[in-house]
């Protein structure tokens, strides 16, 4: 196979992703602006087309939160131009009813957050879609919807159906069936299936002559010679920089658009820590089996290194690059600050390990420049080519430590990118097979399943690869800010947040069988005995990549990059309200929160300020080895801040017992809490939160009748939710 047909397997693909909602703060227009841009929308009639629809282009709306949908855009305008149509992303961040209504072919990738709620992104689009007093005339549209969701969550990709309906009622025809990601499964399986099954054959009959479209030839993109395969999805080059040099302009203007972690990279702070505890009583921290409590210092926060000042990045960067020429955090510039509100979301950057940046930069063959600064500089294409995927100038070993997701399980839309730096026939011959097509099954059985790293993946089928450092930094997938609920009180400690981390840990079998596997099906590149030898018999683990750096490595790095999200965890203000909240494991973090935040009221307020019933239901393992904040939570039931403290001890006994035994077991009194204008609060994993809810529904038929009183609450958004997979 040679390299132009190695370049077909360009397209398709997925960046997967732990997750998080709502606002940050520091990034997002102000509630005045997203105001006067929706009420413009609502009020609009969009009766007049001076102008023509614009018919040659698809247009690619993506609301995403963690990226799967943005990348999923990319790939479907990929995609567009292998069939030799024009494709335009649209971050729905900047949707524009006007331009909207001029548009004829769009399709729409939208994941679902909460209660069936749009991303961040998506909620100016959002409001204008359901507000009842929109007027548009959408009817020379034809779109096309896929949502992102999760089938544990109780709303499945609710912003997908919004999308579908309001759009047809503005008169706009969609033409082919709506895709629904589940991430709960396998959402590139979906997306592919559903963008090659639907999308395209419904595109290709709306463009009417399906001759107009031309069939996919993919990787039909270099325009000349010179220009690399891969040089439309990065188009930067990288200059080396001299340490003492003036910093050079950034190459391109804008950080918003297409990009959602480079607004995180952009705009979150580095703050410091103050406090690093253990929670459990018995940790093992290597075994996983480790809670920690961290504290961050919001007062000293600083702006990342390679930032702008003013957050503006058509602005002269004005950091020192020494600043940002150590792997560790850098100091960067000490300017504003970060606020946040009890039990919002602390998003946190990761760190690589020393030891993974370090394979991939002998991998990448730059082990000797790893402390060298670099920033991107004018690449192929336009003066315009791109954005800057992550703040420069900063040393190779900072963009490998904290931008480039090393240890995510690799797609195949990624794998495809790189595959254009293998050089080697047979080696291309078995990528083909693998990420080409026909290769869904295969790379389901010889990836997927053995749950293949980007390291193994590359060892096994990409020995003769030669990178291009600037390619690898900007099709490496960026790395995900992952969110924690905070576990301190804004009005006790406003300056220092809390977050409690138990860290993610599994072991995995040896790749001695999978290796077999793939010789049998003759798909096993040749290895080097010794090497092979070496990768089947190797002790695989896997290792949470932020949990294990909040939980085990801070002592190397004394200073964070986070970002403030809200969330929707707020305590009532009327103290006669009565509350319920059921946890588990680091779920109560959120509920921590709360209880500071009462004993504060208390302590500001007297007695009257804090509602008398307020109970928390508790689950961990053993009573004497995960039970967190055991102190915290005997000195709030003894003080009165908690009315009961109802607790699961899942393993103290043969059978198991969790959090929704307990709320069964006293449903009368969760009932009458609830009958009374109670709130629910709930917080662990997906799997808890759904049989909470069903507890619920069972206690509330046996104690009134009917399940009437979970949908009353339901309405009145009095269950309140954090879940996470
Ligand atoms: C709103 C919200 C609030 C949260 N609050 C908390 C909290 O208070 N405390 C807390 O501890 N956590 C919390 N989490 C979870 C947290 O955000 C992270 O998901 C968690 O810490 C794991 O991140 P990680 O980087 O350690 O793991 P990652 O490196 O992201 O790995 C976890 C994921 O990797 C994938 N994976 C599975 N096997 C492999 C493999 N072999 N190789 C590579 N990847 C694999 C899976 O998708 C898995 O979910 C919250 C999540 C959300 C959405
Ligand atoms: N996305 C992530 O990567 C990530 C990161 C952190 C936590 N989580 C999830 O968040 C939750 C809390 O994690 P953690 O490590 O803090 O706590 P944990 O130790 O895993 O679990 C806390 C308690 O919850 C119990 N539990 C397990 N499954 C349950 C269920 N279906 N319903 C009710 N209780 C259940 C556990 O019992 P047993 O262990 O005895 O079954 C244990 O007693 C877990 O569901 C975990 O999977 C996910
Ligand atoms: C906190 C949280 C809440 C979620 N809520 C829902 C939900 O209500 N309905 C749903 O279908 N999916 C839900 N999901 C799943 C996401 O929509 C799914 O992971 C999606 O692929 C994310 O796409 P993105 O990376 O483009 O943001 C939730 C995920 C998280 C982490």
Redesign the pocket.
């Known amino acids: 196979m040679d390299t132009k047909s190695l370049s077909s397997l360009v397209a398709f693909g997925a960046a997967a ?1 732990a ?3 709502t606002i940050y703060f520091l990034t997002r227009r102000t509630q005045e602006e997203e105001e006067k841009r929706t009420s413009q929308g609502a009020v609009m009639a969009f009766s007049s087309f001076d102008e023509a629809p614009d018919e040659n282009t698809v247009f690619i709306y993506f609301g ?7 990348a999923f855009a990319k790939d479907i305008a990929t995609q567009a131009e292998e069939r030799q149509l024009e494709a335009e992303i649209i971050d729905l961040e900047d949707f524009n009813p006007k331009v909207l209504a001029k548009q004829k072919y769009a399709v729409f990738l939208v ?6 709620d749009p ?1 961040d992104n998506a909620v100016a689009f959002h409001k204008w879609l359901t507000n009842k007093n929109t007027e548009a005339d959408l009817s020379p549209l034809l779109f096309a919807v896929m949502g ?3 089938r544990q ?6 912003m997908a159906k919004k999308v579908e309906r309001h759009l047809s009622r503005f008169g706009a025809r969609n033409i082919c069936k709506r895709g629904e ?1 589940d ?1 709960d499964q396998d ?1 590139e399986a979906d997306f592919n299936d559903w963008s090659s099954k639907h999308l395209w054959p419904a595109l290709e009959r709306a463009f009417r002559s399906p001759s107009a479209v031309a069939s996919p030839k993919m990787g039909a993109t270099p325009v000349s010679s010179n220009i690399p395969p891969w040089a439309k999805k990065a188009p930067l080059k990288i200059k080396f920089l001299d340490k003492n040099a003036p910093t050079p302009p950034p190459p391109a203007k804008g950080v918003t658009g297409t990009d959602t972690h480079a607004r995180f990279y952009f705009h979150s702070k580095i703050v410091p820590v103050a406090v690093d505890r253990e929670l459990r009583q018995v940790a093992d921290s290597h075994a996983g089996l480790t809670t920690k409590h961290v504290e961050f210092d919001l007062s000293s926060a600083r702006t990342p290194p390679g930032v702008p000042s003013g957050s503006s990045d058509t602005e002269t960067d004005s950091s020192s690059p020494a600043a940002a020429g150590r792997g560790g955090a850098s100091p960067g510039r000490r300017e504003g600050g970060l606020t946040y509100h009890t039990a919002d979301n602390l998003d946190v950057l990761p760190e690589n390990e020393t030891a993974v940046v370090e394979w991939f930069a002998e991998r990448l063959g730059v082990s000797k420049q790893l402390d060298s600064l670099i920033c991107f500089e004018h690449g192929f294409g336009s003066e315009d080519s791109g954005k800057r995927p992550f703040p420069t100038p900063c040393s190779v070993r900072y963009a490998l430590t904290r931008f480039c997701d090393l240890c995510g399980l690799p797609t195949k839309s990624q794998l495809r990118d790189f595959a254009h730096f293998v050089q080697d026939d047979e080696e291309k011959e078995a990528l083909l097979e693998l990420l080409g097509e026909g290769g869904v099954r295969a790379f389901r059985k010889h990836v997927k399943e053995p749950e293949l790293s980007l390291r193994e993946f590359m060892e096994i089928f990409m020995t003769s690869a030669e990178f291009d450092l600037a390619a690898f930094l900007q099709l490496c997938p960026r790395q995900k800010p992952r969110p924690y609920t905070i576990s301190s009180s804004s009005v006790e400690s406003p300056t220092q947040v809390a977050v409690t981390v138990s860290r993610v840990a599994n072991d995995l079998p040896p790749l001695k069988p999978h290796l077999q596997s793939l010789k049998d099906d003759g798909l096993l590149p040749a290895l080097d005995a010794s090497k092979l030898a070496e990768i089947s018999e190797r002790a695989r683990t896997f290792r949470g990549v932020c949990s294990s750096f909040l939980c085990c490595r801070l002592d190397h790095s004394p200073a964070v990059q986070v970002g403030v999200k809200q969330s929707s965890f707020r305590l009532p203000e009327d103290p006669k309200v009565p509350i319920i909240m059921v946890a588990a494991g680091t779920g109560l973090a959120p509920m921590r929160a709360f209880v500071r935040e009462l004993r504060h009221r208390r302590q500001v307020g007297g007695p009257s300020s804090c509602p008398s019933e307020v109970v928390l239901f508790f689950g961990c393992q053993h009573e004497e080895k995960d039970y967190i904040y055991k102190d915290e939570l005997q000195a709030a039931l003894k003080d009165g801040i908690l009315s009961d403290l109802v607790l699961a001890f899942s393993r103290l006994q043969a059978e198991k017992v969790y959090v929704q035994h307990r709320v069964k077991e006293h449903g009368k009194r969760v009932v009458e809490l609830c009958s009374k204008g109670g709130y629910l609060f709930v917080c662990g994993g997906t799997a808890m939160g759904r049989s909470v809810r069903e507890a619920l529904e069972e206690v509330s038929v046996a104690e009134t009748g009917s399940s009437t009183l979970v949908d009353q609450m339901g309405e009145e958004r009095r269950i309140v939710e954090e ?2 997979a």
């Open positions: 992703a997750a998080g909602l995403s939160q963690t990226g799967t949908a943005e994941a679902t957050y909460g209660e069936g991303t992102l969701g999760n969550y109780m709303h499945f990709n609710e990601g991430d959402i879940l996470w």
